[in-house]
T-cell receptor, first 111, second 117 residues
Framework: KNEVEQSPQNLTAQEGEFITINCSYS?????LHWLQQHPGGGIVSLFM???GKKKHGRLIATINIQEKHSSLHITASHPRDSAVYIC?????????????FGKGTKLSVKP | GAVVSQHPSWVICKSGTSVKIECRSL??????MFWYRQFPKQSLMLMAT?????????EQGVEKDKFLINHASLTLSTLTVTSAHPEDSSFYIC?????????????FGSGTRLTVV
């Protein structure tokens, strides 16, 4: 079993839909990260959170430490949101703070 | 915000040659840099962790003599793929942790797509 599990693996939505991507982890963490990887490969860090909820524009990330679960929500989705969304956790007790990655969720938003 | 500049963004080289990839932190001190490779439709795989001024720590199965990492300054780390083979063709990406910042955030380079022919 992977230490970081994401679901769904693939997601297709119509423009305007509300989207949720889930992430569960099985290790102790210092923080959880949501990353966005575009087709060209570049990665952008969307959120880093260790508790509660963060919001940035149409993106919302939540984390429940007790349940070891996080969700990334996209409101009013748009084709430009199409990308791979990756959940990662950091454990500073581990390899000098390396990230442990989920396998990613490929999101495709249709116009 | 924090920026990591990675160059080149893509490179094609002949088998047997060496390729150097650079990652620079532009507005913060990156005491730790992580180097990853990513095969198509797969997640990032950590290759090595480099700390400024010391030898890199390589993950199991990664040949340190083939993937040379140098982190000579707080703003520059390089990965050199030596004697490249077609199976080294992959997407390589670095990330840096801003250990001076309040949030210990990670910033990623834009990646380098290496094709060995």
């Amino acid at each position: 079993k992977n230490e970081v599990e994401q679901s769904p693996q693939n997601l297709t939505a119509q423009e305007g839909e509300f989207i949720t991507i889930n992430c569960s982890y099985s290790v102790g963490i210092s923080a959880l990260h949501w990353l966005q990887q575009h087709p060209g490969g570049g990665i952008v860090s969307l959120f880093m959170l260790s508790s509660g909820k963060k919001k940035h524009g149409r993106l919302i990330a939540t984390i429940n430490i007790q349940e070891k679960h996080s969700s990334l929500h996209i409101t009013a989705s748009h084709p430009r949101d199409s990308a791979v969304y990756i959940c990662a956790v950091s454990n500073y007790g581990g390899s000098q703070g390396n990230l442990i990655f989920g396998k990613g969720t490929k999101l495709s938003v249709k116009p | 915000g924090a920026v990591v500049s990675q160059h080149p963004s893509w490179v094609i080289c002949k088998s047997g040659t060496s390729v150097k990839i650079e990652c620079r932190s532009l507005d913060f001190q990156a005491t730790t840099m992580f180097w990853y490779r990513q095969f198509p439709k797969q997640s990032l795989m950590l290759m090595a962790t480099s700390n400024e001024g010391s030898k890199a720590t390589y993950e199991q199965g990664v040949e340190k003599d083939k993937f040379l990492i140098n982190h000579a300054s707080l703003t520059l780390s390089t990965l050199t793929v030596t004697s490249a083979h077609p199976e080294d063709s992959s997407f390589y990406i670095c990330s840096a942790r801003d250990s001076t910042g309040a949030n210990y955030g990670y910033t990623f380079g834009s990646g380098t797509r290496l094709t060995v022919v």
